[in-house]
């Protein structure tokens, strides 16, 4: 695998953790704010998390841009990678750290939906997103 392609996912990977982190970070605020019932902050950090998760969905695109023009084996090998799935083991240390990044991202992304869940079913009890 072309490792010059590998260190492009990587960065585009790290650029996507940080639009996550910063998601989850809203999204706590987001809760505590509620919680003090100021739904001008609330309204103010919606449109933030929106935008964050807009600039996520762009990294997304971008790493599925660069593993569609590898090779369908290596593509597929890549996105099991990018999703941080051990169904194989990557021996290049380049691999290993698109694998970690990728599971760091699913924890994010696993924490931020648990708040979510919690603020929603708060606000929403039954009619909540998540029932």
Known sequence: ????????????????YQCMAEIERITREIGEFLSRND??????????????????????????CLIS??????????????????????????????MEKGKNIQHILKRTIEIDRHISTRIAGTHSFYN
């Open 69 to 98: 023009v590898l090779p369908p084996e290596e593509a597929a090998k890549v996105d099991n990678l990018v999703k941080g799935q051990e169904n194989w083991n990557p021996n290049e240390q380049i691999s290993e750290k698109i």
């Open 1 to 16: 695998m072309e490792e010059s392609m590998l260190l492009e996912i990587l960065k585009e990977m790290q650029k996507k």
């Open 39 to 64: 739904q001008t902050s609330v309204q103010m950090l919606l449109g933030m998390r929106q935008e964050e998760m807009d600039k996520a969905d762009m990294f997304t695109k971008n790493i599925n």
